[in-house]
């Protein structure tokens, strides 16, 4: 985008941005999905073949991913394995959490202030949760309260989330 051109917010379903000019952009959400795909395939050598990303609120996003074990993983599943391989993807998704925050803060222009993560490992199935700062607060931007532009580098951060 040319210097100067700003991202209006996502229209009501999210699906087109306008630069100032009007000129149409991808969807964000469909970005966002190819970006997890394209995370998935580095962190776990394999990405998922079906992912979608949706806006709950004007404040989180929600990606879910699905079939994206690799043939380990999946040899974990069928045996049985499940907590085994939730503990073995989530404690990579935690290492990893600011390569998970920066596509969406990059994508949307706004702070990721909680990141959740999950998997049923019965099915295969993987959602990626974003919370962002409300609309006005850019990356990297204080509002003083002691969790907003923070950054949370490891699973020992919070109990509970990534």
């Not at 051109?5 to 970005?31: I, K, Y």
């Not at 079906?50 to 043939?71: H, M």
Request: proline residues 7%.
């Amino acid at each position: 985008m040319p210097p100067g051109h700003t991202l209006e917010p996502p229209s009501h379903d999210g699906h087109v941005l306008q630069d100032g000019d009007g000129h149409a952009h991808e969807s964000v959400r469909a970005e966002i999905s190819r970006e997890m795909v394209r995370l998935y395939k580095e962190l776990f050598g394999r990405g998922p073949t079906k992912a979608r990303t949706e806006f709950a609120g004007p404040d989180i996003v929600i990606c879910s991913l699905e079939n994206s074990f690799t043939p380990a993983e999946r040899s974990l599943a069928d045996m049985g394995e499940h907590q085994r391989l939730r503990d073995t993807r989530m404690y990579f998704q935690a290492a990893t959490r600011d390569k998970f925050t920066e596509i969406v803060e990059r994508l949307t222009g706004r702070t990721v202030r909680a990141f959740v993560s999950g998997v049923d490992a019965s099915v295969d199935v993987c959602s990626e949760v974003f919370y962002l700062d409300p609309r006005g607060v850019g990356p990297g931007e204080d509002l003083g309260s002691p969790h907003r532009g923070t950054r949370h580098s490891g699973p020992e951060d919070r109990s509970g989330t990534l």
